[in-house]
Every structure is written in structure tokens, then in C-alpha cells.
């Protein structure tokens, strides 16, 4: 990544996260803290590595992501947005009764792929959408963005058994491990650790990356599949509420809303990135 990519993937970083505060505060709620600890690899996914094109979102040579963590797609919602998907106007009124934003991401948003919020849908859609494609014979490829309340769910690890299985090398999943969750560290909820080791043991292809860092995250993307006929695992280590000192690694920010104040205040933390 060159000096002036990664200050681009930066400064849409920025955007996001700017976008992100606003948007919670004018709806008056949100999964906050799941949405800005997002908000670092969203600019390298629309920038360098997915094969999409805003003005034919429908393209059916398009590579197909999926957020199953639909709960914090208000950051996918801004990334796509600037990237000229739909209107930026759309983002005023998030969550809002006369919005067409709703609170988890909707298939009707152009570039949005599949409608989330249950968690445990993401990866047997993307395991779906694998199959077909390497059925048809297809280039595409599908990335899943999963969560460790997603990795919680049967169904998700009965898809991780079915895609090692098969071999679909052309499906990745990206996980925002930043180890907490609505109610407390995910170590005390369901322990995922070690998650790497895990995944291989089903066939997977894992590693990790830091989710903070756009020159990390290219890199942990730019050689896939990790490796030839295994589908891969990006496990990048985040940080809930990443960017506004008083949400980071505090779950009880996993989910609320925000004060005109304290929305002026985390935009100037923000800012001041």
C-alpha cells in the first residue's frame, strides 16, 4: 500500500466513524461500539480488495460481501454511502421512521447483499452463494464479516464445517474479534479462544491481523485464498468503540444512544485522530 492509499484508507476511516456518531445520535440508538471497531477495515475492503462497482451494485461479475453482524451496519451504511452506492442525504436520517436506513443493514440498501441482525444467517448465506458460484464456474468471490456473538451461534460453526469440508477456497470470513459483547468479555460468555486453531481444525486457512492498521489488513487480504482449496479466516484483533476514549472496551456501549454532548464530544476525539 502506498503512502497515499493508506492516508486515503485513513481518512475514510475518519469519515466513517464521523458518520457513525452522527447517525446513532440522530436515531437515537445503535450498536455503537461494534460499528466503530469496524470502521479501519471497511476502507481497504472498498478501496483495494473488493471487485464491485457503485454504479451497478447488481454487476454479476461483483465480489459479494456479507455483513452477518447486521447489528453494526451503520459503518457499512457511511463506507457505502461515500463510496457512491446511494446518497449521502440517506445517512441524516439512520434509523429514523422516514429513513431508508434501518437499523440492521437491509438487502433493499444498494451494495447491501443480504438482509442481518439474527446472528448465526451471515456464513450459511455465504456458504450458499460459495457453492453456486464455484458450481457455475464463477470468478467471484464472497467475504462474511462475522463477530464473536456471531462465532456463539450452531449454526455458524455447522457452516465452517460444511465450507471446510467442501473446499470452498473462494469464501472468506473476516472476524471483528474484539473479545467483548452485549453483556460482558466474550472469555465469560463463551470462550473462542484459540480461534485460529479452531478454525483449521475444520479445514480453514486462519490468521491474524490487526484491524486498526489499513497496511495490515491489505496485506492479510491481498493473497487469497490463504492458501489453495481451503476457505479463509482473517481474525482481526479490534477494539469495541475503537476511537473515542470513553466507549473503547466498554461493552456497555455494545448498544445506545448518544447525547448531542457526547456526540460533540467522541467527534472531537475522532477529529483529533
Keep these: 500500500m502506498t503512502d497515499s492509499e493508506l492516508s486515503e484508507c485513513k481518512a475514510l476511516a475518519k469519515k466513517i466513524r464521523k458518520h457513525v456518531l452522527r447517525m446513532v445520535c440522530a436515531g437515537?440508538?445503535?450498536?455503537?461500539?461494534?460499528?466503530?471497531?469496524?470502521?479501519?477495515?471497511?476502507?481497504?475492503?472498498?478501496?483495494?480488495?473488493l471487485k464491485v462497482d457503485p454504479k451497478n451494485p447488481k454487476w454479476s461479475e461483483r465480489d459479494r460481501f456479507l455483513l452477518s453482524k447486521g447489528h453494526g451496519g451503520a459503518a457499512l451504511l457511511a463506507c457505502l454511502a461515500e463510496e457512491g452506492f446511494f446518497p449521502m442525504d440517506w445517512?441524516?436520517?439512520?434509523?429514523?421512521?422516514?429513513?431508508?436506513?434501518?437499523?440492521?443493514?437491509s438487502h433493499h440498501i444498494?451494495?447491501?447483499?443480504?438482509?442481518?441482525?439474527?446472528?448465526?444467517?451471515?456464513?450459511?448465506?455465504?456458504?450458499?452463494?460459495?457453492?453456486?458460484?464455484?458450481?457455475?464456474?464463477?470468478?467471484?468471490?464472497?467475504?462474511?464479516?462475522?463477530?464473536?456473538?456471531?462465532?456463539?451461534?450452531?449454526?455458524?460453526?455447522?457452516?465452517?464445517m460444511l465450507a471446510g469440508q467442501h473446499h470452498w477456497d473462494n469464501?472468506?470470513?473476516?472476524?471483528?474479534?474484539?473479545?467483548?459483547?452485549?453483556?460482558?468479555?466474550?472469555?465469560?460468555?463463551?470462550d473462542l479462544e484459540k480461534l485460529g486453531p479452531k478454525l483449521e481444525m475444520f479445514g480453514w486457512k486462519a490468521i491474524e491481523a490487526d484491524g486498526h492498521d489499513p497496511a495490515a489488513v491489505e496485506a492479510a487480504l491481498s493473497k487469497l485464498p490463504l492458501e489453495k482449496g481451503k476457505p479463509s479466516?482473517?481474525?482481526?484483533?479490534?477494539?469495541?468503540?475503537?476511537?473515542?476514549?470513553?466507549?473503547?472496551n466498554d461493552y456497555k456501549w455494545h448498544y445506545g444512544g448518544l447525547t448531542e454532548e457526547l456526540r460533540d464530544k467522541a467527534l472531537a476525539e475522532v477529529e483529533a485522530l
Design 110 to 160: 444498494p451494495g447491501v447483499e443480504f438482509s442481518t441482525g439474527s446472528l448465526g444467517h451471515g456464513l450459511p448465506v455465504a456458504c450458499g452463494m460459495a457453492m453456486a458460484a464455484k458450481r457455475d464456474g464463477a470468478d467471484y468471490r464472497i467475504f462474511l464479516m462475522s463477530s464473536d456473538g456471531d462465532l456463539n451461534e450452531g449454526s455458524t460453526w455447522e457452516a465452517i
Design 91 to 105: 445517512l441524516d436520517r439512520y434509523y429514523c421512521d422516514d429513513g431508508k436506513l434501518s437499523g440492521h443493514i
Design 28 to 49: 437515537k440508538s445503535g450498536h455503537i461500539g461494534s460499528m466503530l471497531s469496524t470502521a479501519d477495515i471497511y476502507p481497504v475492503l472498498y478501496k483495494k480488495i
Design 233 to 248: 479466516a482473517v481474525i482481526f484483533r479490534t477494539v469495541k468503540g475503537k476511537g473515542v476514549s470513553f466507549m473503547e
Design 171 to 190: 469464501l472468506t470470513m473476516l472476524v471483528d474479534y474484539n473479545r467483548l459483547q452485549a453483556l460482558g468479555n466474550s472469555e465469560d460468555i463463551i
